[in-house]
């Protein structure tokens, strides 16, 4: 059908062309006459000529032509201007497709083609739709009327020709065969973009019929289905997003059961089997649809719907049929190489895991199920997303607490019913009629809760408790495998410990997020369990330590940030566990102390620090004397090395820990030793690895002095507050904030008040120096920014110039001193030759 | 005075392993600054009369002018052996060891007094306790302030004493300051 139109529509503009072609001829100059007169030898090829293939190959010279030509042609032809619209049309024909072609009777036709006009594909369309018509008037003026057969043995033979010009093509020059493809597919495109066209209309008009009466359209999920498998790729694709949207609304909040066959043979009302039907259907067709999603997910270029459709399929309808499926599709894509398929995948377990209610917990347990055993099954090494996506989980604590109040109430019950069981038998016999009132009330009671219950929808508490305890155990198993596998490298390098490229940082991609659920869920971990994590935990933090005697090839195998996360993790659960006895963690304190000394700023992440000085410096009870002093030691030389957001934190855990440890304060007096205090290390050793014996308590804290005099205002208001702690004894001002805090404020300050480029990073920190105000708030930083540009120059060159006169001063004392040596040396010699009178050989210096 | 044979060296460093772990490396190569020697000597393990005591260099050498009959004691003592040929520590030894401990207990001030007197240190007593403590190892007991009482035996791990009764053994008593009040005649 659509191929005829076209077909008919070249016929259509053909007589306009003839002329044209005609005047060209005309134009021969007598200078050619003449030559081919002359060589009449050469004129033979002419005979053999392919016009057709050199007129389409000169084609492109010739549009140039064409312009001009068209002038002339316009000029002569004033007349014809009727006929003008169609004339533009045919600007675009090429003066191949313009030649006559002598059909088997003789009779003349002409032939076009429309040029891929698709730009404006409407046009084309409306033309094949609206056309259709008139079509057949034109073709019937252009030609004879031919008759129905003719016209098709006319339809042949162009169609032969075409074939026949496609294969000269090829064997004639490269340089034709794109424009002639690029024919062919121009008349493809044609008919497939109608075909899409329709195709699309007929999506449409199929969702739509759909979502406007699911139960008597049903059926035509099936052409929907039908139209997916297409060979175009647009329209699979179309039509796979528009079932989504169709089955997105149409299926029931319910799960569908097929009627068993005993119930089949059962005679039922129209509706009950109406709405069987619509079930059944709908649930195959889903079927084929899920079928083709998982079958489509596999090819590249599909892949991103697919996955789209699924991901939003699991979203939406979490609670039908086929969920297992859908939920492991996602599962496998979770660690996708690609971001786009990850991201979306993560995002739709994260919600198949905070909307529980939809699914009832179950589609939660099966997938946490799934990730174990992919974790699992890929020995760890994953995308660090998909362990991730446990952080999303919530577990309700009630459960196991309403289950203990119901058993203490029960027991109470009983206890009460023991207890008054002895007195009852005195009373039974007076208030006989009052109890078995008060036995049929109670029955009625119960009764009713039973009804209750059964009506209100509440799942099962259980049921919900058996997924949740299954779920966990799931989540546990993922973790521990995760830190069990962060341990093996090392024992594997330490046997052989070359050979492993694979190693490295990066060979833990699960290990941070796993840590963090750690951390999140630790107050659910079993007491029994604990001793291991612990353990282990500890071996974790331990395991970058130079202390290590295996080799220092150790301390690459985990960084800075993942081993302070150890430490973290192990004080939350310590702390979450523990509300009855006290742990005192030293070996994570000992870890502390010395990854303080090997963090860095650009390569290890602030914010875990932060939280790690917060976690177990502040948070901490109690604190040893010694420890504690060592870490006010370690924390101000920390503090003097990085920049401002890091020395703010570590300013704010000195400040926690000296006002929590008076007797720390001595650190503050300007006395050296420590006194009696100091136990028994007598002088501080600051490259201790143990803050128990780094003799802390000895030293002072001469750092303070040095922040007090920092660029950033409120660092140095903080030092300065610190140092006459002592003193003065009103210290509530800032100690409710937190070290995390302070860092993330003080980054974030820095970052408003650094500008991007790296050159002038100084001049924007001084800013904050010579601005005296506490709160240098980013506008007024911004405001004062020219006044301060110039006292910061003035106190640079200031600087500068102390500096060079420094060095010259230098400079002169060494030359002078050079000279009173060699004056000296002169006068020895003098004298020397005097007393001895014999010439040496000796040469002064210079 | 004599130093000790290599059999009672290896008994008294078990001994303080078990208290203080890989610390005691620091207890052997402290530097003592006593006398006047301008170059620090180091702190080396003497027997005197079945005591073990902890001495400086300087005062061994010092020492050694005194007649064996006359000398009653120098240094810090740190045990003795007993006639089985046991070493125990003694409560003096309490200084060096709190100060490289490994495991450390922490008392509730209303549990001081009974550990002063002698008793174990029970789990309703207990402050706090350091993490990773394996039953038998060497405990230094601590006050909350900081303030070294004594020190024993572990009875439970730190992960056994969660589960532990109020009533339940965690430390076993072996020597606590109290002692210098009541045995100062043994000491």
Redesign the interface.
């Known amino acids: 059908m659509v191929k005829k139109k076209s077909q008919k529509q070249k016929i259509v503009l053909p007589p306009e062309l003839p002329p044209e072609v005609a005047e060209d001829e005309i134009e021969v100059s007598d200078e050619d006459l003449q030559f081919v007169n002359e060589n009449q030898d050469y004129a033979g090829f002419v005979s053999g000529l392919d016009t057709q293939s050199i007129t389409k190959h000169v084609s492109r010279v010739a549009d140039v032509k064409e312009d001009a030509l068209e002038a002339l042609y316009e000029k002569r032809l004033k007349k014809k201007s009727l006929q003008k619209e169609l004339e533009e049309s045919k600007l675009q024909v090429d003066p191949v497709d313009a030649l006559p072609v002598k059909t088997l009777d003789g009779k003349l036709y002409y032939r076009t083609v429309t040029k891929a006009s698709t730009t404006s594909e409407n046009n084309v369309n409306e033309e094949g739709e609206t056309g259709g018509d008139d079509k057949d008037d034109a073709v019937d003026k252009s030609i004879v009327k031919l008759t129905k057969v003719e016209r098709r043995a006319k339809l042949k033979k162009s169609k032969r020709e075409a074939k026949k010009q496609g294969k000269e093509m090829d064997r004639t020059e490269e340089e034709q065969t794109p424009h002639a493809t690029v024919l062919a597919e121009v008349k493809k495109d044609l008919t497939a973009e109608e075909a899409f066209e329709s195709k699309k209309r007929k999506l449409a008009e199929l969702g739509i019929a759909l979502l406007s009466n699911p139960e008597s359209n049903i059926k035509s999920l099936k052409e929907f289905l039908q139209i997916c498998e297409d060979n175009d790729h647009a329209i699979v694709k179309l039509g796979l997003l528009s079932l989504l949207a169709v089955f997105k609304d149409i299926i029931p909040g319910y799960r569908i059961r097929l009627p068993t066959e005993k119930e089949l043979e059962m005679k039922v009302s129209k509706d009950v089997k109406k709405l069987r039907y619509f079930e059944s259907t709908l649930l195959s067709s889903y079927k084929v649809y899920l079928q083709m999603l998982s079958a489509l997910e596999n090819q590249t270029s599909f892949q991103q719907v697919a996955i789209r459709c699924i991901c939003t399929l699991l979203d939406a309808a979490s609670h039908f049929n086929f969920r297992e499926s859908l939920i492991g599709i996602v599962v496998r894509n979770i660690s996708s190489p690609d971001d786009v398929i990850r991201r979306l995948c993560c995002s739709t377990i994260k919600s198949l895991f905070t909307n529980e209610g939809k699914h009832g917990g179950e589609a939660t347990v099966e997938a946490v199920r799934l990730i174990a055993d992919r974790v699992k099954a890929y020995d760890c090494q994953l995308h660090p997303d998909s362990v991730e996506v446990f952080l999303s989980l919530s577990f309700d604590e009630d459960l196991r607490r309403a289950e203990k109040a119901d058993e203490k109430n029960k027991f109470k019950n009983k206890k009460n019913k023991k207890r008054k069981s002895p007195e009852e038998p005195s009373q039974l016999q007076d208030n006989g009629r009052k109890k078995s009132k008060k036995e049929l009330m109670a029955k009625i009671r119960e009764e009713v809760s039973a009804d209750y219950k059964a009506v209100a929808f509440t799942p099962d508490i259980s049921e919900k408790r058996r997924m949740q305890s299954e779920t966990l155990s799931a989540v546990f198993e993922t973790y521990f495998r995760i830190l069990k596998h962060a341990m093996q490298p090392t024992a594997a390098r330490s046997e052989a410990n070359a050979s492993l490229s694979a190693g490295g940082s990066g060979s833990h991609p699960l290990l941070a997020p796993c840590l963090k659920g750690l951390g999140k869920f630790s107050h659910l971990i079993d007491?029994d369990f604990?001793?291991d994590l612990?353990?282990y935990l500890?071996r974790l933090s331990s395991a970058g330590s130079t202390s290590d005697n295996n080799s220092g090839k150790c301390a690459k195998f985990l960084t800075v940030s993942e081993r302070l996360r150890c430490c973290i993790v192990a004080f939350k659960v310590?702390r979450s566990n523990?509300d009855?006895?006290?742990?005192?963690?030293?070996?994570?304190f000992v870890q502390l102390y010395n990854l303080v000394l090997e963090y860095r700023p650009g390569r290890d992440q602030g914010e875990v620090l932060t939280e790690a000085l917060k976690m177990m410096l502040c948070d901490d009870r109690?604190h040893?004397?010694?420890k504690a002093a060592a870490f006010v030691k370690r924390l101000a030389t920390f503090s003097l090395c990085f920049g401002s957001a890091e020395s703010m934190a570590a300013l704010v855990t000195l400040k926690h820990i000296l006002q929590k440890n008076i007797k720390c304060r001595n650190l503050l007096e300007n006395d050296a030793g420590g006194g009696s205090v100091s136990?028994?290390?007598?002088k501080y050793q600051p490259y201790a690895t143990?803050p128990?014996?780094s003799g802390a308590l000895a030293s002072v804290l001469w750092e303070l002095n040095l922040l007090s005099k920092h660029y950033h205002p409120a660092i140095s208001t903080l030092a300065s507050s610190i140092s006459i702690m002592n003193v003065a004894n009103n210290q509530v001002y800032l100690s409710n904030v937190s070290p995390i805090q302070a860092f993330t404020d003080l980054s974030l300050e820095r970052e408003s008040f650094d500008p991007p480029s790296d050159v002038k990073k100084p001049n924007s920190k001084r800013k904050g120096a010579s601005d005296s105000s506490v709160s240098a708030s980013i506008e007024s930083s911004l405001e004062t920014s020219s006044i301060d540009e110039d006292k910061v120059r003035e106190k640079l060159s200031a600087h500068f110039k102390l500096l060079h006169d420094i060095k010259e001063n230098q400079r002169l004392r060494g030359e002078l001193e050079h000279a009173t040596s060699s004056l000296q040396l002169h006068e020895e010699y003098k004298q020397q030759k005097r007393k001895a009178s014999m010439p040496k050989s000796k040469k002064t210096v210079k | 005075m004599r130093p000790l044979d290599e059999k009672e060296t290896t008994i008294v460093f078990e001994k303080l392993f078990k208290f203080t772990g890989n610390n005691l490396k620091n207890i052997v190569e402290n530097p003592s600054h006593e006398g006047p020697d301008a170059n620090p000597g180091r702190y080396c393990f003497r027997l005197h009369k079945n005591k073990v005591y902890y001495v400086s260099e300087s005062l061994v050498k010092r020492a050694t002018n005194i007649a064996r009959a006359n000398l009653v004691s120098l240094g810090t003592c740190i045990g003795k052996f007993t006639h089985g040929g046991n070493f125990h520590l003694t409560s003096q030894a309490l200084g060096i060891l709190a100060a490289n401990a490994k495991h450390k207990v922490w008392l509730k001030p209303t549990s001081e007094m009974s550990f002063l007197y002698g008793n174990h240190v029970l789990k309703g007593g207990l402050g706090r306790i350091t993490e990773n403590i394996a039953p038998g190892d060497g405990v230094v007991v601590f006050s909350m302030s900081d303030v070294p009482l004594g020190f024993g035996i572990a009875a439970k791990s730190t992960q056994d004493c969660r589960k532990l009764d109020p009533n339940g053994n965690v430390v076993l008593h072996q020597a606590d300051i109290g002692e210098y009040l009541r045995m100062e005649d043994e000491l």
């Open positions: 007491i604990m001793g612990i353990a500890r310590m523990l009855a006895l006290n742990v005192d963690l030293q070996d994570f109690h040893d004397m010694q136990g028994s290390i007598a143990d128990n014996l």
